[in-house]
Nanobody
Framework: QVQLVESGGGLVQAGGSLRLSCATSGRTFIRYTMGWFRQAPGKEREFVVGISWSSGSTYYADSVKGRFTIARDNAKNTVYLQMNSLKPEDTAVYYC?????????????????WGQGTQVTVSS
């Protein structure tokens, strides 16, 4: 069993930055592919970015490419999402997710474990 706890959300003006953290329990964090998803009101939960545990490769949604950066600290069992140049359309609840396979999946249904989410609100 893996537990995920997100933090770092908040209210920020357009153009600002936030860093989200996702702390995980368990000794096998190093062997989980991690993903960040987001869900805006009235919309489906969408893939933002993922990082593979085996290769360290990353994949970003086009909407955040060049603005967001994912990183993982295996010593701290934590994955981060640095969000720069935020836009009002980035407003959503952000969730981290974990999966024990090597690949990065874009479909939320592929992920086994989820955090409770953290709200990010970007004002114009």
């Amino acid at each position: 069993q893996v537990q995920l706890v997100e933090s770092g959300g908040g209210l920020v003006q357009a153009g600002g930055s936030l860093r989200l953290s996702c702390a995980t329990s368990g000794r096998t964090f190093i062997r989980y592919t991690m993903g960040w998803f987001r869900q805006a009101p009235g919309k489906e939960r969408e893939f933002v970015v993922g990082i593979s545990w085996s290769s360290g490769s990353t994949y970003y949604a086009d909407s955040v490419k060049g603005r967001f950066t994912i990183a993982r600290d295996n010593a701290k069992n934590t994955v981060y999402l640095q969000m720069n140049s935020l836009k009002p359309e980035d407003t959503a609840v952000y969730y981290c997710a974990a999966d024990p396979r090597r690949e990065i999946y874009f479909n939320r249904h592929e992920y086994v474990y989820w955090g409770q989410g953290t709200q990010v609100t970007v004002s114009s």
